[in-house]
């Protein structure tokens, strides 16, 4: 009767034992999966941000050409010209202003993906 109760205890000890190191295991699993999706994530901001920042640019330089066909043509424009010019100039800066912050956003989460 006691080598059964010995047996028996001995079974319980082990699944015991071997049920916490798999739930240890298991937290660092789940911990490593939260920071590989905490990285991905960061990735795909980055990439969002270079993407919004390309755009950005390429409306500063379309700003850009609008000033200088401006500045080239201004006996076209008459009286409003004075507004073109003024209106195309505070966009451009509003343009490259935030074309800076998502450049620096996108560096920002790329490294903290690293």
């Known amino acids: 009767?006691?080598?059964k109760l010995f047996f028996v205890m001995l079974i319980?000890?082990?699944l015991l034992i071997s049920s916490v190191s798999q739930a240890g295991e298991s937290k660092k699993i789940s911990e490593t999966v939260?920071?590989?999706?905490?990285?991905?994530?960061?990735?795909?901001?980055?990439?969002y941000y270079e993407k919004e920042a390309k755009e950005l640019s390429e409306k500063v330089e379309e700003q850009k050409n609008m000033l200088q066909e401006y500045e080239n043509h201004s006996e076209y424009y008459g009286r409003s010209g004075q507004d073109f010019h003024s209106h195309h100039e505070a966009l451009l800066r509003e343009y490259t202003k935030a074309a800076e912050r998502n450049a620096e956003m996108a560096a920002a989460h790329r490294k903290m993906a690293k």
């Open 34 to 47: 939260a920071n590989t999706k905490t990285d991905f994530l960061h990735i795909k901001l980055a990439e």
């Open 1 to 3: 009767m006691q080598t």
């Open 12 to 14: 319980s000890f082990t």
